[in-house]
């Protein structure tokens, strides 16, 4: 009967992985796409449920180990067999939690790397715009001053020698 409930527990997690890993894929695909803006909220919240996940399973390990290996186990060594095969799944089931949270990492780090690309970009762009837009702010602030030695006013070459500045 211990048996047969921890094969279903196991075989339960077996299937959240398998359930779990077309989400890790398209999450992959989704950030090493080019031109697509990315939400790295995804990324946390299927983070967090492998973390949840790795939460549930790991616990596990330790007592199958122990219906395994435990010296004065009255458990027969046939059926010790069978929470063998319940304890490979179990490790393939930790293998895959543990891959999924190593690929989340890296693709959290890229996806931070691309927003990073991306708003270097755009300050890349406004910084041309702004560069653009102040010269035509240099010389509106020079006819916005408002004192009698204003450049133009009383110097005959003033004016030359302010635009001449400017450029």
């Given at each position: 009967m211990l048996h047969?409930?921890?094969?279903?527990?196991?075989d339960s997690y077996l299937a959240v992985t398998t359930a779990v890993e077309p989400?890790?894929?398209d999450l992959e695909e989704f950030?090493?796409?080019?031109?697509?803006?990315?939400?790295?909220?995804?990324i946390y919240l299927l983070k967090r449920e492998i973390v949840q996940l790795r939460r549930a399973v790991v616990p596990l390990a330790e007592p199958l180990q122990r219906l395994i290996r435990s010296p004065g186990n009255p458990i027969p060594k046939d059926i010790r067999?069978?929470?063998?095969?319940?304890?490979?799944?179990?490790t393939t089931v930790s293998d895959r939690i543990a891959t999924f949270d190593e690929t989340l990492?890296?693709?959290?780090?890229a996806a931070i790397a691309k927003v990073t690309v991306q708003q270097n970009t755009d300050m890349r762009r406004i910084s041309a715009w702004v560069a653009i837009a102040a010269v035509p702010t240099m010389i509106a602030g020079v006819y916005g001053m408002n004192f009698d030695h204003m450049p133009e006013l009383h110097w005959e070459y003033?004016?030359?020698?302010v635009v001449g500045a400017i450029a």
């Amino acid at each position: 009967m211990l048996h047969a409930i921890a094969d279903h527990v196991v075989d339960s997690y077996l299937a959240v992985t398998t359930a779990v890993e077309p989400d890790v894929d398209d999450l992959e695909e989704f950030v090493f796409t080019p031109d697509t803006r990315i939400a790295v909220e995804q990324i946390y919240l299927l983070k967090r449920e492998i973390v949840q996940l790795r939460r549930a399973v790991v616990p596990l390990a330790e007592p199958l180990q122990r219906l395994i290996r435990s010296p004065g186990n009255p458990i027969p060594k046939d059926i010790r067999r069978y929470f063998r095969d319940v304890a490979d799944h179990h490790t393939t089931v930790s293998d895959r939690i543990a891959t999924f949270d190593e690929t989340l990492s890296t693709l959290l780090d890229a996806a931070i790397a691309k927003v990073t690309v991306q708003q270097n970009t755009d300050m890349r762009r406004i910084s041309a715009w702004v560069a653009i837009a102040a010269v035509p702010t240099m010389i509106a602030g020079v006819y916005g001053m408002n004192f009698d030695h204003m450049p133009e006013l009383h110097w005959e070459y003033s004016y030359y020698v302010v635009v001449g500045a400017i450029a």
